[in-house]
């Protein structure tokens, strides 16, 4: 299977404090990838990495193409979306308009209004509150507006950071439902930040493993899965 | 009771202006939190370029139309040039910078113009304009024109993609950026739409105030209480605190006035209204500090 993103030997520095080193790793075209790690492990850095959020060295390539160094707002318009740690949620724009301003470089009204309508399929409970103000929205509720928002811009990869953070167990099952959904029906491949491991292993069928900034691990989810040491240190039995 | 309906009606005229200058202050405070001191020298110094127009022959609205995008294009020049070099630079030097444009404008306006007092000429007729013994025609006219310029932002922001791109910019711009929006693109857009709403203020003052570099001092500081009064992060309370500051101050010089004729002593009027402006400020800073309309943003986690 050909490698839609493709990132080897990346450092990433906050200020003179580096975070990554030497970070190397493939995201297979439509699957789901998973990148685990303790606290500080570099997990969201790296999904900042990719989106030029922080300063990198190294290369990342998306389809072919070295896309590291380039503008955030340039590397998104490779339909490269990410889904931030914290939702990033407009709070004083109306649900809507935190899904179209997705969209708003598109001059064709009527495709924008067939691409909501496509979003609210996977989350109908966003268009009973379309008119509300996007602050006002449950956690769950925004953490499903930040991936209506990604879903948004067409991605042909999906960066999600910590999906179930500070959310209640049904909702985060039902959020990784919608994800695997989207996978499949929308061809979108995925990379997956969590602290949840066991959930994380389910829903992927690949996972890398990292340590203080670098790659200790990575294989298909299932042998990770029954690696001693990912079991020890992340799924905890 | 006529007289207090004039004062009422010069004081929306007034107002207007203040709204004006507000807006272009909240524009940019709420994309860079920074309350940019120059907007006022910046609209005088796109005055000034008007009646150059004008000078050269052009009629007022042609000139006024050209004024204002020309000070659109300077707008969002200083914010490429100047600012953009700034966007990680601590406060104060944004401040500093802040003041620098300031100085820089006034002066070159006294250096191409001269500090001479010149007239400036009201587009309005008098004949269809007004309503005789309330409201004369260049006030009714600036009235109607803020309200144009004010709908026209509206509809901008509101309802087009451009204008929801530069609100998501100003209140998220990580966020924006994720979304593909332009970010630094949006704040020069704010940078020249500030200075268009300023020019307009400046254009419509400059027949009431005479037009000289320092026309816009006073008119600055209004602005400013405006914007606090109004809550300096809502447009709209800006524009609605531009308004009750310009009717405020006229009510407290018509009172003053009233006062002295009914008891012959003198304790406010005319010569008071900018302190009582200022003390609106602080007023308001210590009772309100949000303002009057300021948003208290609702946010569940």
Partial sequence: ?237 | MEQFLQQIASGLANGAIYACVALALVMIYVSTDHINFAQGEMAMFSTYISWQLMSWGMSFWVAFVLTVLISFAMGVLIERLILRPLHNAPVLSIIVVFIGLLAIFNSMAGAFWSYLIKEFPSPFPKAEFGIAGVIGPHQLGVVLITLIVLGLLFVFFRYTPLGLAMRAAAQNPQSARLVGVRVDWMLALGWGLAASVGAVAGIMVAHIVYLEPNMMGGILLYAFASALVGGISNPAGAVAGGFIVGILENMVAYGGNQLEKATGIYIIGNGEKLTVALIIVIFVLTVKPAGLFGRVVVKRV
Avoid: W
């Fill in chain 1, 1 to 237: 299977m050909a490698a839609l993103l493709e990132v080897s030997g990346l450092k990433a520095f906050y200020g003179q404090t580096q975070s990554l080193y030497d970070v190397a790793f493939d995201i297979p075209m439509g699957g789901i990838t998973t990148l685990l790690g303790a606290n500080g492990a570099g997990k969201t850095t790296t999904l900042r990495a990719i989106c030029n959020m922080v300063r990198t060295d190294g290369t990342i390539r998306f389809d072919g193409k070295n896309i590291r160094g380039m503008a955030t707002e340039e590397i998104v318009r490779q339909r490269i979306a990410h889904v931030p740690e914290g939702r990033g949620t407009f709070t004083t724009l109306t649900v809507d308009e935190n899904l179209r301003i997705a969209a708003y470089t598109r001059k064709d009204k009527q495709a924008v209004k067939d691409e909501l309508e496509r979003v609210f399929v996977y989350f109908p409970r966003l268009k009973e509150r379309i008119q509300q103000q996007a602050g006002t929205l449950s956690g769950g509720e925004q953490q499903m507006l930040a991936i209506a928002r990604a879903l948004m811009l067409k991605p042909r990869l999906m960066l999600l950071d910590e999906p179930s953070f500070g959310l209640a167990p049904l909702i985060v099952l039902e959020i990784f439902r919608i994800l695997r959904r989207i996978n499949e029906e929308e061809k979108v491949s995925i990379l997956l930040v969590e602290q949840n491991a066991a959930l994380a292993l389910d829903l992927a069928t690949h996972a890398y493993v990292l340590e203080t900034g670098k790659v200790v691990m990575s294989g298909p989810s299932d042998v990770v899965k029954n690696d001693e040491n990912v079991r020890k240190s992340y799924l905890g039995y």
